[in-house]
């Protein structure tokens, strides 16, 4: 495709895609450089997967929706309560044995159900030496983290250097450091794992790729040669999908990407409920909606190509399996019907019942 390799307006899309943009989404769009909204940017590459119709599961993923203003009681600027498990400006320490980094607030195209949308709105670039400084104190008076989850935004936003030289400074900080790189640009945007980045990985080994990956449709000719081209070079890569109304909540669909996700060699890993980020309940499916999806496709699928149905508790109570035990009662308040959610701990958590 011609034109530039991000899109970030009206102009640059497909002209069939801009063409099916509606008056209220154009002028919603028109919102997005202020008040800290989440902006709007899709690569070319993923808009050319798109259908142009409202309704289209992989349109929806990255074209501004007015809806986005409307926001529920539930709703949270932190959904997964990253701050009560703050250890530095940018490092997120709530499982004694890993830690997450958020290395950027940049990606190269916007989902526009980001459990982190509030963080991306601020735009933050990647990550500088005196907000670095802290997180590798922090990691060498904790020996029990094995595993850092460096994720963002999207690293890979971040060029090769720089991500050598984080790569460095982390192993020095805990030698031997597992490095998890979370990413959608594989899927998103091939070209940017070309065989030096690729090369990158294999000399920081150990190191595995999670990679964000929501519909079969995703998995284009270019991105199959990019996941054969990782696993030939040794480099694990599992697969997140977030369960999304009207894009991906059939258990048959869904079966068709786990299956085709095994075939390559991809582990699927989790299926995320959506988080209660704000102006996202137009893409939740409601918790008892998931669970039945969920046993139907344990039905359609060997346990090899069976992610883990998880939800992030709202507020910083974690992340657990979902299955129907994990339904400890529910209650009618003022905001609404809700479920309690047993935690790790066994303390009780709530989520929407509707969405
Ligand atoms: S790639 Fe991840 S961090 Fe970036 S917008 Fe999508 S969900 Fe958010």
Same mark, same amino acid.
């Given at each position: 495709m011609n034109g530039p390799v991000i899109v970030s307006s009206l102009e640059n899309l497909p002209p069939s895609l801009a063409a099916s943009v509606t008056p209220e989404e154009k002028a919603y769009l028109g919102t997005l450089g202020s008040g800290g909204r989440l902006p709007f940017s899709v690569t070319s590459h993923f808009a050319s997967l798109a259908e142009p119709s409202g309704e289209d599961p992989v349109r929806r993923q990255f074209f501004p929706d007015p809806r986005e203003e409307e926001r529920t009681p539930w709703e949270l600027d932190d959904p997964l309560g990253e701050a009560c498990h703050r250890a530095a400006p940018r490092l997120i320490h709530q499982y004694r044995d890993r830690a997450l980094l958020k290395t950027t607030g940049i990606c190269a195209g916007y989902c526009r159900y980001c459990f982190r949308r509030v963080w991306m709105g601020t735009r933050e670039g990647f990550i500088r030496e005196d907000e670095l400084k802290p997180v590798l104190e922090y990691l060498s008076a904790h020996p029990e983290i094995r595993e850092i989850l460096v994720s963002g935004g999207d690293p890979l936003t971040a060029g090769d250097k720089q991500l050598g030289g984080l790569f460095g400074e982390l192993r020095r900080a805990r030698p031997g450091i597992l490095l998890r790189i979370c990413s959608r640009i594989p899927v998103v945007l091939p070209s940017r794992i070309t065989s030096e980045l690729i090369a990158l990985f294999r000399e920081w080994r150990p190191l595995r790729m999670v990679v964000h990956l929501n519909h079969p449709r995703e998995l284009a000719p270019q991105i199959l040669s990019v996941f054969a081209a990782l696993i030939d070079a040794g480099i694990p890569v599992h697969v997140q999908t977030v369960l999304l109304k009207g894009i991906n909540d059939s258990p048959e669909l869904l079966a068709e990407l786990f299956r085709e996700c095994a075939d390559l060699g991809l582990t699927p890993y989790y299926l995320f409920q959506g988080d209660l980020a704000p102006g996202t309940a137009h893409f939740r499916v409601p918790l008892e909606a998931g669970l039945a999806i969920y046993r139907h496709l344990r039905k359609l699928v060997s346990g090899l190509a069976l992610p883990v149905y998880a939800?992030?508790?709202? *507020? *910083?109570g974690g992340k657990i399996p979902l299955h129907d035990r994990s339904i400890a009662g529910e209650r009618r308040t003022p905001r609404g019907p809700e479920y309690l959610l047993r935690g790790p701990d066994g303390s009780l958590w709530s989520y929407p019942k509707e969405t």
């Open positions: 939800v992030d508790l709202p *507020g *910083g």
